[in-house]
Structures are given as C-alpha cells and as structure tokens.
C-alpha cells in the first residue's frame, strides 16, 4: 500500500482547523470522502482538500459501505465518538478518533476491546505529545534524567474563554466543560511523561460558579447560562498505585491569572521541569541549586525526521506511518483509556463528595 485513502467524519472545526489541513501535508495520504450530517460542510471540505474523486456523505454507515477506505478519522461530539469508531473498525477500517476517547469510560472501554478483535489500529488524537517542549521533556523523562517522578500538576486554565460555539456547552453531547474538553490534554501528558497508567484514588469538585453569569466577558463573546450546562471549572487529586500524586486544575472561566493550558509541572527525585514560559529544568548540582531554560528548535524531532514542527502534521505523519509501516504508535488506546477512567471519577466524585477508588 503506497498510498492511505483517508476519510473524515465530520467536518466542523476540528476537522477544517487541524485533521485536514495536517493530512493534506502527508504525501502517503489521499482524501477520499468526507462525511457530515451538514452535508454542505462535507462538500466544503471536499471542495479543499479532497482528491478528484472523493465522495460526500451525510451517513456514515453509508460511506463505511466503502470497502477501498482504508483509515477513518472521527471528528464529531464525544458521544459519537463510540459508535462511530466501533462501527469503523467492524469495517475493517483503521480509527484515528479525536480526544477525549469516549463521553464515558464504559464506552471508550469498547472501544479498546473493538480494535483488539477486530485487528484494526486504533488511536487517539492527543497531539499535545507532539509539541517540540513536550518530546523534549518526554526524552528526558525516558533517560532517567527526572529520576522517580512521584508529583506532578497538569494544568489547563483559561481566565475567560468559553467556547460557545457547536456543543461545547451541552453536557449530553460532550460529557462535561473544560475537564473533559482541555483538562484531558494536560492530564494525558501528564501520565505520558510519567510512564504512569494504574490510578488508586480520585478525589475531584467540578464547579457550576461563573457559567451562570449574564454578558459575562469572554473570549469568543458572551455565553448563554441556559445554556451553559456544563462545568466552568474542575479540579482533582489523583493517586496512583505507587504512590505518586497528580493535581489537575482545568477552566474555561475563572478569576486567575495563572493561565496555562495543556502543560505540565514535574518533581522527580533527580530533577524538576515546568512549562511555564517555556520550558525549565530545575534540580541541584555539586551543591549548587541550577534552573535551565531549554532552547527548543525545529528539525531533529523524536518522531519524525523532517523539517515540520507542527504538532497536527507530526501527529498526522506518525499516525499514517504506523499505519503503512507498522512504526511505533505514539498515542496507544490503553493510554487513552485510563484517562477516561480518571476524568469519569472526577466528575463521579464530584456528584458524590466522596474519593473514587479503582480495583
């Protein structure tokens, strides 16, 4: 197979604003359909970056009928994100899924077990792995240089920017606000850079503070409160088996200036890192306390060799040669999964008040 034919589900902002214009930039990949319940969207994109031939569907299971597709890219509402990759990889078709996994871990659990049966490939679309800062760390991490990272804090704070578009706002449809939209980034690295996948405890508090306020100051303009029926802002302490602790502070609205979003703090007992401002190595030296600010240049990255830096297109590049070649994949659907897991007992121990406890 020389050439990946690639279709999209979906065809909002996340497919027009990053899937398709990485995958166009991949010479391997050949867009062949493209599939929205707004069939003028479908057309719009098919229009841009389609191949000559590509098709346009507003059913899905209609264009999985196609058996010359080889790679499906799920870019709807969290709720769908089950059923449609499910039903991708019954049709023999690789699934790249946009994050979070799944709206509930159950789901994101069928998923994982979909892809395993079936012998499809399945990832899913957390391209924050791919920023230069990110790689950078993750290497040092892997080289021991951090040495046991047993505390670490992933941050996703926005002061005042609310998306108000599509169905942000609709807890049925996504699942939950800022926690499960931009805290599950943070969150993802977070683990990633501790090679840490087996939570013992949750203990987390979403909260319902600013999302009820009129003409409230906002990014993209003021939002509805009756509409808003997602959190504003979540907040957890996670444990983990072997004793590591993990803070996670995610908003859309609130009165901080302390903003970082998909970044993260590690304390290891070799050395410490942060990404605040960039990236800095902290730890201690021939008796000395040293800080270092890493310079981050193009060209050189870990997964691959050419000359993009852009997280979309290296995400895009390594999907599509895992999928040709079998090379390592970045983003596994295990990983994936217990950061469902984690973000479902957030929201479970926030309903409750009480700490979440996984088996």
């Known amino acids: 197979m020389s050439k990946v034919r690639v279709a999209v589900i979906g065809c909002g902002g996340i497919a027009t604003g990053k899937h398709l214009p990485a995958l166009v930039k991949v010479k391997e990949v050949e867009l062949v359909a493209f599939c929205d319940i707004v069939v003028e969207r479908a057309e719009q994109a098919k229009e841009k970056y389609g191949a000559e031939e590509a098709k346009v569907y507003e059913s899905y299971t209609e264009m999985l009928k196609d058996s010359s597709i080889d790679v499906v890219h799920v870019c709807t509402p969290n709720d769908s994100h089950a059923e449609i990759t499910i039903a991708a990889l019954e049709a023999d078709k690789h699934v790249l899924c946009e994050k979070p996994m799944a709206k509930t871990a159950a789901d994101a659990r069928r998923m994982l077990e979909t892809a395993k049966r079936t012998g ?73 850079m501790m090679d840490n996948y087996k939570p013992k405890a949750v203990l987390g508090r979403a909260y319902h503070k600013l999302s009820q306020r009129e003409n409230a100051a906002n990014a993209w303009g003021p939002w509805d409160p009756k509409e808003f029926t997602v959190e504003d802002s979540a907040f957890a302490m996670i444990t983990m088996e072997n004793g590591a602790s993990l803070v996670l502070e995610s908003s859309w609205a609130l009165n901080s200036l302390d903003i970082d979003e998909a970044k993260v703090t590690l304390c290891g007992t070799e050395a410490g890192a942060d990404m605040k401002g960039g990236l800095r190595i902290n730890g201690e030296s021939n008796s000395r306390l040293y800080t270092k600010e890493i310079e981050l240049n193009s060209g050189g990255v870990a997964f691959y060799d050419g000359a993009s830096d852009d997280p979309s297109e290296l995400e895009a590049r390594s999907w599509i040669e895992h999928v040709l070649y079998d090379k390592e994949l970045i983003v596994k659907p295990e990983q994936a999964l217990v950061v469902s897991e984690i973000l479902e007992a957030i929201y479970e121990s926030s309903r409750t008040g009480k700490a979440v406890y996984f088996d």
């Open 120 to 192: 499809k490939k399945l990832s899913i679309a957390y391209q924050n792995r791919f920023r230069a800062d990110s790689r950078f760390l993750k290497d040092a991490a892997v080289a021991g240089e951090l040495g046991e990272v047993y505390f670490a804090k992933a941050h996703a704070i926005r002061r005042r920017a609310v998306p108000t578009w599509g169905v942000f706002l609709d807890e049925e449809k996504q699942g939950g606000g800022p926690l499960i939209d931009i805290g599950t980034h943070a969150l993802d690295l977070a683990l990633w």
